[in-house]
């Protein structure tokens, strides 16, 4: 066979192929388009959050949502009589049949009734694993947002460095009685005070404790005092409170004892949801880098990564002993811890 005609053979078959190819490309492309394109329809409807977080900060987080599902109306739902009473109004819808509550968020102790009655919906989000491993609920019920760390912090124009207490011991001393504040409601600091030392060993430190200490409503208020110079310590506020107050210029700073108390905030998913697709998106993007993201511009502690905003209270509890507070590790029912910091800092108070 001549070369010529070895090459005609060639080109012939790659024109073929070329042929064959273009017309398989032309009938899958005529069927794509005689069939509809089956696309995930677009987030929409209403979303209901019931919130102990702060009106700032829920807001921020719809805002930072609704970049992403723009279409979807979030509503969220606070308590100005505190995180008991939003508990008790969302209860009292589930029992009336009329449930609007979609995603529930407050601390793991004020979710013991939901779990108690079964009201919560598992589900395991794609972004779990953008969540550090010790803030992850495995059963799918809990969906840590941030940690609110206590800490204990001290006005500085009050007490110079070589007088601030370095052990719990020192804070048993009489000479600061009236002068170290806490909550009206110190069940978070009391509960962190059996896991770290006991029930026996906790409760009677307590005790003695309770001689020095004088209460106040709200940990927001705590700051407020403590900045103003109403007393001089405080062992029960927020270190994203402080860290704020510190960078608008408040004369603080943290104590270093030898250890805070870490209280996740988590969310949770009712069973009776109006919206329980919507409430999955929540949960999906609150524990996104996206999400994180929003919670650390809010100067809170986020629990995973985040985009590109470091943890802003990280430098308040550095080198401190953080004791994770969760049900599993009490040695009572939270309820009966409850009991317990009424009956030892309120009944002579």
């Known amino acids: 066979m001549s070369r010529s005609n070895s090459w005609k053979r060639v080109f012939y078959s790659m024109w073929i192929s070329g042929v064959i190819v273009f017309s398989i490309a032309t009938y899958s492309a005529q069927l794509m388009a005689a069939a509809p394109t089956k696309v995930p329809p677009a987030a929409s409807g209403e979303l209901a959050v019931y919130t102990a977080w702060d009106e700032g900060d ?3 987080l719809i805002a930072g949502f609704n970049k992403v599902y723009p279409n979807v109306k979030v509503s969220a739902i606070r308590s100005e009589g505190g995180r008991g009473a939003l508990l008790e109004r969302m209860l009292t819808e589930i029992d009336s049949g009329k449930a609007m509550a979609d995603v529930y968020n407050t601390g793991i102790p004020d979710m013991t009734a939901m779990l108690q009655r079964k009201e919560i919906l598992s589900y395991r989000s794609p972004s779990e694993s ?16 941030t940690h609110s760390v206590f800490i204990t912090a001290y006005n500085k124009n009050l007490l110079a460095e070589k007088e601030v207490p370095r052990t719990w011991e020192e804070l048993l001393n009489p000479k600061w009685k009236g ?4 909550d009206q ?3 978070d600091i009391v509960a962190g005070f059996l896991i770290l030392m006991g029930r026996e060993k906790g409760e009677q430190y307590l005790r003695q404790l309770s001689k020095n200490v004088i209460t106040r409503r709200g940990r927001s208020l705590l700051v407020e005092l403590l900045t103003a110079g109403e007393f001089p310590i405080s062992i029960d506020v927020y270190a994203h409170r402080v860290s704020k107050a510190i960078k608008d210029g408040a004369p603080l700073a943290a104590a270093p004892v030898p250890a805070y108390f870490s209280f996740p905030s988590v969310a949770a998913i009712l069973k009776r949801a109006p919206h329980p697709e919507n409430a999955k998106l929540w949960i999906d993007w609150l524990q996104s880098p996206a999400g994180q993201e929003v919670i650390a511009q809010r100067s809170r502690s986020p629990v995973g990564k985040t985009e590109r905003t470091s943890d802003p209270t990280a430098s308040l509890f550095k080198g401190r002993e953080l004791v994770l507070l969760i049900p599993a590790k009490l040695p009572m029912s939270y309820e009966d ?3 317990l910091a009424r009956g030892i800092f309120l009944s002579t108070k």
Do not use: C, D, S
């Not at 953008?130 to 947002?145: K, S």
């Not at 002068?179 to 806490?182: D, E, G, L, N, S």
């Open 58 to 60: 829920i807001n921020a």
């Open 337 to 339: 811890v409850a009991r």
């Open 130 to 145: 953008n969540v550090e491993r010790r803030f992850v609920f495995e059963e799918g019920l809990l969906h840590t947002a």
């Open 179 to 182: 002068k170290i504040a806490i």
């Open 185 to 187: 409601e110190p069940n």
